[in-house]
């Protein structure tokens, strides 16, 4: 079982950016995909962010033009960059493998950390 850790979250300003950071326990080399979540008060969790061994990145349409998404398989970790952050961006952040190997559409996994907290307001 994978165990992932976000981290990097805090309190910014609006319009400030944030880069959040996954570490996993164990190699991500051969998973092909990862994935961004977060789910706000009140609200259902939402994917905000994916990308495959192949580096092929997927955005929600609420984030696309100031969200990018990274992996580093050496340090097994991946990354969300996220710019011009607005108070609705407000959320618990979280990693999870999407699939773990070709033809693989049973994710996400139960593999949720306890995220990272992502608070947006002046």
């Known amino acids: 079982q994978v165990q992932l850790v976000e981290s990097g979250g805090g309190l910014v300003q609006p319009g400030g950016l944030l880069r959040l950071s996954c570490a996993a326990s164990?190699?991500?080399?051969?998973?092909?995909?990862m994935g961004w979540y977060r789910q706000a008060p009140g609200k259902q969790r939402e994917l905000v962010a994916r990308?495959?061994?192949?580096?092929?990145?997927y955005y929600a349409d609420s984030v696309k033009g100031q969200s990018a998404t990274s992996r580093d398989n050496a340090r097994n970790m991946m990354f969300l960059q996220m710019n011009s952050l607005k108070p609705e961006d407000t959320a618990v952040y979280y990693c999870?493998?999407?699939?773990?190997?070709?033809?693989?559409?049973?994710?996400?996994?139960?593999?949720w950390g306890q995220g990272t907290q992502v608070t947006v307001s002046s």
């Open positions: 999870n493998v999407d699939g773990l190997y070709y033809s693989d559409y049973r994710g996400p996994y139960d593999y």
């Open positions: 990308i495959t061994s192949g580096y092929i990145t």
């Open positions: 164990g190699s991500i080399f051969s998973i092909i995909a």
